[in-house]
């Protein structure tokens, strides 16, 4: 059973910078494409950024290309989401997850995803 947690959430001014952290149990976390994702209330989970097995291959939803930076240790079963620019439209809960599957491409639908972590809360303040 793989076991993600997500830290480094918290509230920061527009314009500020947050770096959230994904840990992972286990000793099969290479293995995985990870994904963040985030949702904000009353709205759908949406893809925010995706890595490959070994960081050589990323991928970021529009709305936050040139501002997020996606990153994998896996010495240390760990993804990293670096948030610079922030803006109000990002306050949301951040999730990580973990996508076990060969396909070809990084996904950026919730589906091919099949462990998630807990989520912590981004509060970008005006």
């Known amino acids: 059973q793989v076991q993600l947690v997500e830290s480094g959430g918290g509230l920061v001014q527009a314009g500020g910078s947050l770096r959230l952290s994904c840990k992972s149990s286990?000793?099969?976390?290479?293995?995985?494409?990870m994904g963040w994702f985030r949702q904000a209330p009353g709205k759908e989970r949406e893809f925010v950024a995706a890595i490959s097995r070994i960081g050589g291959t990323t991928s970021y939803a529009d709305s936050v290309k040139g501002r997020f930076t996606v990153s994998r240790d896996n010495d240390e079963n760990t993804v990293y989401l670096q948030m610079n620019s922030l803006k109000p439209v990002d306050t949301a809960v951040y999730y990580c997850?973990?996508?076990?599957?060969?396909?070809?491409?990084?996904?950026?639908?919730?589906?091919?995803?099949?462990?998630w972590g807990q989520g912590t809360q981004v509060t970008v303040s005006s």
């Open positions: 286990g000793r099969t976390f290479g293995r995985f494409r």
């Open positions: 997850a973990a996508d076990p599957t060969l396909a070809a491409t990084l996904a950026t639908s919730p589906t091919p995803y099949a462990y």
